[in-house]
């Protein structure tokens, strides 16, 4: 049976705290009446509430001398106090105090109990919240993951869960979001955390060689084969498989994957003997696998072998309250890496970082900071230095501007700054911020003198 929740009355009005207990109990709530504040504080004391409705003018103690006291006993209780038209003065000092919120007498019932639901919703809300931040604190391990914002916690408490299951997993998302790094947090606060946690990006290996990258292979099974290798399924026994861009794998690599996810065994390319593995398989994909499944492009029964838990990480754009903590966490570490003295940004600069829509998401926002801090000579990285105006117009052959290669875009700039110096290498290192030593360094570098 559903517990009730509990309302504390406050008011020296009898008429008035009968009124209120008649009506909040046909709301089906249970109701407590104290017939001042002094009798409130001590009722705090001894029980909990879920909400207290007080007035504010009673003979012995006020409800705003009350409502002090009982926020120093029990911040958590959300406390709404009646007041006559004229103490609205009075009520808002109370709101400052910590009041969720404040009615005028007589009370518009549809106000009081919206009033009501709010306050509890929002306490309930931030108890979670408090709970979920203090059981990832204490038994979940961040690891690299930075973020605070609503989604991330949602996303991390379903991780903290899926820890210490021991099912297949397959984490979904925009290229750039971060997967990798969930599937490390996966496992590094599994109980597979002291065995490997082996990576492999299915994308980025040939067919031919993806099997003998997975499953290993023996001496002389193909050119090249001068020894006997073990597969990542070997290397992960005991831990964890990472497969990113699981997408992307053949008809028939899926195939045998598929067969290895049911028997738990596989064969070396080239050989016969069956080895049987412990593995926890983690994959990836940016794509929808369920479309890709309609399409005929990936296999229907695997996906369900996959798709057993699977964890949506959100694109930057849907959780901007983390944009300003992981820009801060980037320059920090670039700052570290290049040797910079940089303090952090302009109000205007973390402006246009925060209204940016970033189509690539962290990857593309740290390659954005690594390179204003590389180009940097201020303490504060301000608007020009991001470039995102250059990245939105950018009509390059690439498929997004902001993915340049440090190398192109430190090249780019360093023969933008020559033109503007007409050729003078002294001053295009001042303007760099470089001394003309490492100016010729990397004119020649860039085959450039």
């Not at 879920?50 to 007035?55: A, F, G, H, N, T």
């Not at 016969?272 to 990836?284: F, K, Y």
Request: charged share 30%.
């Amino acid at each position: 049976m559903e517990q009730k929740d509990i309302i504390l009355v406050v008011d020296d009005d009898h008429v008035h705290r009968t009124m209120l207990r008649t009506l909040l109990s046909g709301w089906g709530y249970d109701i407590i009446e104290a017939d001042d504040g002094d009798t409130a504080v001590e009722m705090v004391r001894e029980r909990p509430f879920d909400l207290i409705l007080m007035d504010i003018r009673m003979i012995r103690v006020s409800g705003l001398e009350a409502l002090g006291i009982i926020r120093d006993i029990n911040p958590s209780i959300p406390i709404i106090l009646m007041t006559a038209y004229s103490s609205v003065e009075t009520a808002v000092e109370g709101l400052k105090k910590g009041a969720y919120d404040y009615l005028t007498k007589p009370l518009d019932f549809d106000e009081l109990r919206l009033a009501m639901e709010r306050a509890m919703d929002h306490t309930k809300l931030r108890e979670e919240n408090r709970l979920l931040r203090a059981s990832l604190d204490t038994h979940f391990d961040r690891s690299n993951i930075v973020g605070r914002s609503s989604a991330m916690e949602k996303l991390l408490g379903l991780v903290a869960q899926v820890s210490e299951a021991d099912a297949t997993v397959l984490i979904t998302g925009e290229s750039g979001t971060g997967k990798e790094l969930i599937a490390g947090a996966i496992h590094f606060n599994s109980p597979r955390k002291d065995r490997p946690f082996i990576k492999i990006n299915c994308a980025a290996i040939t067919e031919s060689l993806l099997e003998a990258e997975l499953f290993g292979h023996e001496k002389g099974s193909f050119t090249g084969a001068d020894r006997t290798k073990e597969g990542k399924f070997r290397q992960a026994d005991g831990g964890s498989l990472f497969l990113d861009e699981v997408s992307e794998m053949s008809q028939a690599m899926q195939v045998k994957l598929l067969r290895v996810l049911q028997e738990r065994e596989i064969t070396r390319v080239g050989g016969d003997e069956v080895i049987t593995v412990d593995v926890r398989v983690i994959a990836a994909t940016n794509k929808n696998l369920l479309e890709a499944v309609t399409a005929g492009h990936f296999r229907e029964d695997l996906f369900y072998r996959l798709n057993v838990i699977t964890l949506q990480v959100p694109p930057l754009r849907e959780r901007q309250e983390d944009i300003a903590l992981l820009a801060l966490h980037f320059l920090t570490v670039f700052a570290e890496k290049n040797n910079k003295a940089i303090k952090g940004f302009t109000p205007r600069a973390m402006d246009r970082l925060l209204k940016y829509e970033w189509p690539g998401n962290i990857r593309e926002l740290m390659n954005v900071i690594e390179r204003s801090v590389v180009l940097s000579r201020s303490e504060y990285l301000d608007e020009d230095a991001l470039s995102l105006t250059e990245r939105h117009e950018a009509t390059s052959n690439d498929v997004t501007a902001g993915t340049l290669p440090l190398e192109e875009v430190e090249k780019a700039t360093i023969i933008k700054t020559l033109k503007a110096t007409g050729g003078n290498k002294s001053e295009t290192a001042r303007r760099l911020g470089i001394t003309r030593r490492t100016l010729h360094q990397k004119l020649r570098k860039y085959g450039m003198m």
